[in-house]
């Protein structure tokens, strides 16, 4: 398509409601108005007024896409002027009803030829199957539906992880073949004069490493952590932990209380604006970023180290892309063992400063070939699927259209 765009983009968050996927709502939404497009984004009710990027319109639904959500959205994207083309953020959790939202999906799936062509963005498949508790199996089967009906709509299916698009295939067969668009990072930002230093001065150690971990600290993590930064302070007294994100300070306590003669090297910093992170990140010797099921392009906390050219320690693991082995651009535990964990990463602690700082360098040329926003913004505004390139056959080239969006009375509109 040549010329401007007009994007409607569905996601189930959006500042300043919390959460990594509104936040890479927001980043993508304001790099393709930036690009020269036109954005509308409709999301759920949120308390407070959303961020104000130029050539970017939040419309807040009257509901989480509920009955009255899906109608008022039905009628402002048949109106005219259309968009040109939709773009789902999916993640079945964040379109409400405890991640069984099927009427969404169906919604999508039904109004598929109706509706501009849409490209939906997979974060996230569906719930795992499990052994214990078996209601569980109910949100998997679920999840399952709503990911087949999404896929089976969409002009262009794009996927957090490659893994996600053999799950789909399996599910839907039919739907387009997925792509792969890893998520760049969030935080992409420059702090005042002095800020690095002033970090490092508060929370380091004199002649020893500060050690960094940014996250949310949720259950899957924590353990981790818990398991493995305790034997890693213990190796040298001169270390230090900062950790940073959403429930840093409650963890740090909790672990401070079960190691208290460590107590004194972790640091727990919560809440803090873009500028002020990256200040924080760039002042770690090392960010330390293990998971459960491995490094991958959907963790927004490793790019987040990763775009700001950190040397970084992390793990493979069954979702972990060949890139991470490939380019040696982190240094690399073989899975989420704690015992390897900390051998790695102690390792990669007292390896020498010319080796830490080629590490960086690594990080940054394969963030910036690979993981940066303009690659996503690149993707999502290259060639149309089939489905569009059909209906710009039926459409005169040209439009006469006023640029915008139309109104519709159900959504609340908050302009930029």
């Given at each position: 398509?040549?010329?401007?765009?007009?994007?409607?983009?569905?996601?189930?968050?959006y500042?300043?409601?919390?959460g990594g996927v509104?936040d890479?709502?927001?980043?993508?939404?304001a790099?393709?108005?930036?690009a020269?497009?036109?954005?509308?984004?409709?999301a759920?009710?949120?308390?407070?007024p959303?961020?104000?990027?130029?050539?970017?319109?939040?419309?807040?639904?009257?509901?989480?896409?509920g009955?009255?959500?899906?109608?008022a959205?039905?009628?402002a994207?048949?109106?005219?002027?259309?968009?040109?083309?939709l773009?789902?953020?999916?993640?079945?959790?964040?379109f409400?009803?405890?991640a069984?939202?099927?009427?969404?999906?169906?919604?999508?799936?039904a109004s598929?030829?109706?509706?501009?062509?849409?490209s939906?963005?997979?974060?996230?498949?569906?719930?795992?199957?499990?052994?214990?508790p078996?209601?569980?199996?109910l949100?998997?089967?679920a999840t399952?539906?709503?990911?087949r009906l999404?896929?089976a709509?969409?002009?262009?299916v794009?996927?957090?992880?490659?893994?996600?698009?053999?799950?789909?295939?399996?599910l839907?067969?039919?739907?387009?073949p997925a792509?792969?668009?890893?998520?760049?990072?969030?935080?992409?930002a420059?702090?005042?004069?002095?800020?690095?230093?002033?970090?490092?001065?508060?929370y380091?150690?004199?002649?020893?490493?500060?050690?960094?971990?940014?996250?949310?600290?949720?259950?899957?993590?924590?353990p981790?952590?818990?398991?493995?930064l305790?034997?890693l302070?213990a190796?040298?007294?001169g270390?230090?932990v900062?950790?940073?994100?959403?429930?840093?300070e409650g963890?740090?306590?909790?672990?401070?209380?079960?190691?208290?003669?460590?107590a004194?090297?972790?640091?727990?910093?919560?809440g803090?604006?873009?500028d002020?992170?990256?200040a924080?990140l760039?002042?770690c010797?090392?960010?330390?970023?293990?998971f459960?099921?491995?490094?991958?392009?959907?963790?927004?906390?490793?790019?987040a180290?990763?775009g700001?050219?950190?040397?970084?320690?992390?793990?493979?693991?069954?979702?972990?892309?060949?890139?991470?082995?490939?380019?040696?651009c982190?240094?690399?535990?073989?899975?989420a063992?704690p015992?390897?964990?900390?051998?790695?990463?102690?390792?990669?602690?007292r390896?020498p400063?010319?080796?830490r700082?080629a590490?960086?360098?690594?990080?940054?040329?394969?963030?910036?070939?690979t993981?940066?926003v303009?690659?996503?913004?690149?993707a999502?505004?290259?060639?149309?699927?089939?489905?569009e390139?059909?209906r710009?056959?039926?459409?005169a080239?040209?439009s006469?259209?006023?640029?915008?969006f139309?109104?519709?009375?159900?959504?609340?509109?908050?302009?930029?």
């Open positions: 398509m040549s010329g401007p765009v007009r994007w409607a983009v569905l996601t189930g968050e500042p300043p409601q919390p509104g890479y709502a927001r980043l993508v939404a790099r393709l108005a930036a020269g497009d036109r954005v509308a984004v409709y759920p009710p949120a308390a407070g959303p961020p104000a990027d130029p050539g970017v319109e939040v419309r807040r639904l009257p509901d989480h896409f009955p009255r959500g899906l109608a959205l039905d009628r994207l048949r109106a005219a002027p259309r968009a040109d083309r773009l789902v953020q999916y993640v079945p959790h964040a409400g009803r405890k069984m939202n099927l009427p969404f999906a169906a919604w999508l799936a598929a030829r109706r509706l501009p062509p849409a939906v963005m997979f974060h996230e498949v569906a719930f795992p199957w499990v052994r214990r078996r209601r569980h199996n949100v998997a089967a399952r539906v709503m990911a999404a896929a709509a969409a002009d262009r794009f996927v957090s992880i490659p893994a996600w698009g053999g799950l789909l295939r399996r839907a067969p039919a739907a387009p792509e792969w668009l890893p998520v760049p990072s969030t935080v992409r420059e702090p005042p004069a002095g800020a690095v230093e002033r970090v490092r001065e508060r380091g150690r004199a002649g020893g490493l500060l050690v960094g971990h940014f996250g949310t600290y949720g259950g899957l993590i924590t981790l952590l818990g398991a493995t305790p034997a302070l190796a040298d007294p270390r230090a900062l950790l940073l994100g959403r429930g840093a963890f740090a306590a909790d672990l401070g209380r079960r190691h208290p003669a460590l004194a090297r972790v640091h727990g910093v919560g803090l604006p873009p002020e992170l990256v924080h760039r002042a010797d090392w960010l330390y970023q293990p459960p099921d491995g490094a991958s392009g959907r963790r927004t906390s490793l790019m180290g990763l700001e050219g950190r040397p970084i320690v992390t793990n493979a693991g069954p979702l972990s892309e060949p890139i991470w082995r490939d380019t040696r982190v240094a690399l535990a073989p899975s063992d015992a390897g964990l900390a051998a790695a990463a102690d390792a990669a602690f390896s400063p010319a080796a700082d590490l960086a360098g690594r990080a940054a040329a394969v963030y910036a070939a993981f940066a303009e690659r996503t913004v690149a999502l505004r290259g060639p149309p699927g089939r489905r390139r059909y710009e056959r039926e459409t080239a040209g006469a259209d006023a640029p915008g139309p109104h519709d009375p159900g959504v609340e509109a908050a302009s930029d």
